[in-house]
């Protein structure tokens, strides 16, 4: 099933919809224009609140496309990680992470690389209370046992040594809680 927001439309099909909607343009005129249905563009003016969405760029500090290219070249050539770190004046320590975190089978792949590193920047992240129903059940209980986040985000953090997925900071129970927009947290537990 298709998700809201994901209607196959290029990039100049979604420029020409907000450069249109914003000189007042209706649904149906903006439609006929780019070739789409009218269900397609409310999901998409709707999904954004009629606003138009930032356009997403990297970071300054981010390895660029270039970069990563010129890493696998690097690689394949047999060069050191602190070699290939002095050539493109990055730190070791960038090379050694962007190498060990997008290489499988022994193997590192560029456009692989750059492509996972696009979607891994995509923001708002969902929290891990979020992510993780087991998480979720066990900060519920201990917040109507009257526990504080503190003290769950320590125990969590001294009886969770080999399951790293468990952990997680007091600071993401309190956004949890009170930030109803992420609803990760049934709101009765506030008063624990």
């Known amino acids: 099933m298709a998700r809201l927001g994901r209607s196959g439309m290029t990039d ?3 420029d020409e919809i907000w450069r249109r909607w914003r000189h007042g343009g209706s649904l ?3 439609g006929r224009a780019v070739g789409k249905f009218l269900a397609s563009l409310f999901g998409r003016l709707r ?3 009629g606003v138009t969405p930032p356009t997403r760029h990297r970071a300054g500090r981010a390895l660029t496309r270039a970069e990563r290219e010129e890493l696998s070249r690097g690689l394949a050539a047999g060069s050191s990680l602190r070699q290939i ?4 004046t990055r730190a070791p320590s960038t090379i050694s992470r ?3 975190r997008n290489t499988d089978q022994q193997r590192y792949r560029a456009n692989r690389a750059d492509e996972t590193a696009w979607d891994r920047a995509r923001r ?3 929290c891990r209370l ?3 129903g087991r998480l979720r059940c066990i900060v519920a209980s201990k917040l109507a046992l009257d526990w504080s986040p503190e003290q769950i985000a320590g125990w969590l953090k001294r009886t969770s040594l080999d399951n790293e997925s468990l952990p997680v900071s007091h600071e993401t129970i309190y956004r949890s809680l009170f930030v109803q927009t992420r609803g990760v947290l049934k709101k009765e537990l506030q008063k624990h």
């Open 12 to 14: 100049a099909q979604k």
């Open 28 to 30: 149906s005129d903006i």
């Open 47 to 49: 999904l954004h609140g």
């Open 85 to 88: 770190a002095r050539e493109r």
């Open 98 to 100: 962007e190498v060990s």
């Open 124 to 126: 708002p992240k969902l």
């Open 130 to 132: 979020a992510l993780n």
